[in-house]
């Protein structure tokens, strides 16, 4: 089976790419299918198009106009700067924010939740996708096509569909200043895992405008054109969380939910790392469940792996027993802690790891990456940082509230997080010095930051601010 790369407003099949049948027959089927349900669905975004404005055009409420306001007044505070511009959003449902690149931020909604009929893990989907300029906030263009996931313009922008009715789901990529489609595939359910429940689809972006398909196999994908570059050999179980950083990639089979959020153990757990470049396998470190009578019983004691990222050298995994023990009840069941592990980049060796408290139920500890520090920040409300090199401690603090530290957006001075409710909490990565800022604007759901500018998302408005020091 070949790959089907259909180029914008073409409709036409053209040229295979890569014949994967003739270089590994478990990933024929990546990409293939039916012309005809290619033909279709890849249409549909390229030839769908949002019918009216709705990036920009909004009518705040009572409760967004006094924000605003409040924001408007707002003069700065030595963390964030006055505000710069803001949009209000014509839609019927919470807007998502994604990463800013190529001096535009996209955005993604209304949100629908789909569940997963094997997991039942809630997945989120949008069938709005669309750009503002990072500048004046201007929008650049928007569209609707059905169900798609979070975009993210890595180069380019990204968007992706799963269609219920023929098992198979579509990625198309655009150009981030127009809109303009470049290519579009679909993919087998088969061989990727789908629904993803790290919620970050099965496609996962590289700064470089390439993507990774994480499935058996992990195959390098041009983001620009739909040319495949490399495809690994296929892994026992799917891979369902993929990394890169330091000119390599790290995957990972367990789910990757939040540690502390117990699930079923899988009779498998790898953690793997390849290079970047070729695809070359470096290293990989696999648990098993024993394969007799007794599996039922053990299996529950195999580590559950969070993959964090790569930073100075080393790959910072969060680890903590998955599954339930024999004769304990899955919804009440938590492990008391877990450990924060590094294992060199180079040969998969573990240097130095690290204990941590998950606390009780409906708690959870939050690890991030930030530049070469990693921040755990546990039940008690105390964030510590360790560096990712050696694991020496640099500093501890304490906040008010428990942050969601994956949620963040990262300066080379600053980590800003959104606040519990409101505002956002500031950290200074050399210190460890917590302090709030935007006080005023009430459940800022998600932020991003560029040079000079921090954007940040509540339900229907965007807001820019200056950042001082940029």
């Given amino acids: ?48 198009s949002s019918p009216d404005a ?18 408007r007044r707002f003069r700065g505070d030595g963390r964030v700067g006055p505000l710069r511009w803001a949009k209000v959003h014509r839609t019927t449902g919470d807007v998502e924010l994604g990463p800013v690149r190529q001096g535009v931020v996209p955005l993604s909604g209304p949100t629908t939740t789909i569940t997963d009929s094997d997991y039942g893990y809630p997945i989120a989907v949008s069938d709005l996708l669309g750009v503002l300029r990072v500048s004046d906030g201007r929008p650049l263009w928007s569209r609707r096509s059905g169900q798609f996931g979070k975009a993210e313009p890595y180069g ?3 968007a992706e569909t799963f269609d219920r009715g ?22 087998s359910e088969d061989t990727l895992t789908w629904p993803s429940p790290t919620g970050r689809g099965a496609l996962i972006p590289v700064d470089d405008g390439t993507v990774l398909v994480p499935g058996r196999s992990l195959a390098r994908v041009d983001a620009r054109n739909g040319h495949r570059l490399w495809v690994t050999a296929p892994a026992e ?27 079923l153990a899988d009779p498998l757990s790898e953690l793997a790392a390849f290079r970047l470049s070729d695809g070359r396998p470096l290293w990989k470190i696999a648990d098993r469940a024993p394969a007799d009578d007794r599996a039922l019983v053990q299996q529950w ?3 559950e792996r969070k993959v964090l990222g790569v930073a100075a050298g ?63 920040a546990e039940p008690d409300r105390h964030i510590t940082a360790f560096h990712a090199a050696d694991g020496s401690r640099e500093w ?13 957006a990262l300066t080379a001075r600053r980590l800003y997080v959104p606040g519990p409710k409101n505002g956002l909490l500031v950290l200074d990565l050399a210190t460890g010095h917590a302090t709030h800022s935007l006080r005023n604007i009430p459940q800022i759901r998600a932020i991003a930051v560029t040079t000079g500018t921090l954007v940040a998302q509540t339900s229907h408005v965007t807001l820019a601010f200056s950042l001082p020091g940029h």
């Fill in 166 to 187: 023929t098992g198979r789901f579509y990625t198309a990529t655009f150009d981030p200043l127009t809109g303009t489609g470049r290519w579009c595939a679909g993919w």
């Fill in 396 to 408: 501890s603090s304490s906040v008010p509230k428990m942050p969601d530290l994956q949620r963040e």
């Fill in 301 to 303: 004691a195999l580590t």
């Fill in 314 to 376: 080393r790959v910072l995994v969060a680890e903590a027993p998955g599954g339930v023990p024999p004769g304990r009840d899955r919804g009440e069941y938590l492990p008391k802690s877990g450990r924060l592990a590094a294992y060199d980049l180079t040969d998969g060796r573990l240097r130095w790891s690290r204990p941590f408290r998950i606390g009780q139920r409906n708690e959870r500890v939050n690890l991030t990456v930030a530049g070469e520090r990693v921040l755990v």
């Fill in 156 to 158: 380019v922008s990204m």
């Fill in 237 to 263: 179980a799917p891979y369902q969380q993929v990394v890169s950083g330091d000119g390599a990639l790290v995957a990972a089979t367990d789910r990757g939910v939040d540690v502390g959020i117990v699930g």
């Fill in 1 to 48: 089976m070949q790959q089907q790369i259909f180029r914008a407003g073409l409709g036409r099949r053209l040229r295979p790419a890569v014949a994967l049948g003739a270089v590994l027959p478990i990933v024929g089927a990546l990409l293939g299918g039916r012309e005809s349900l290619e033909r279709m669905g890849c249409r549909a975004y390229f030839t769908s």
């Fill in 54 to 71: 709705v990036l920009g055009a909004g009518v705040p409420d009572t409760a967004e106009r006094a924000a605003l306001e409040r924001a």
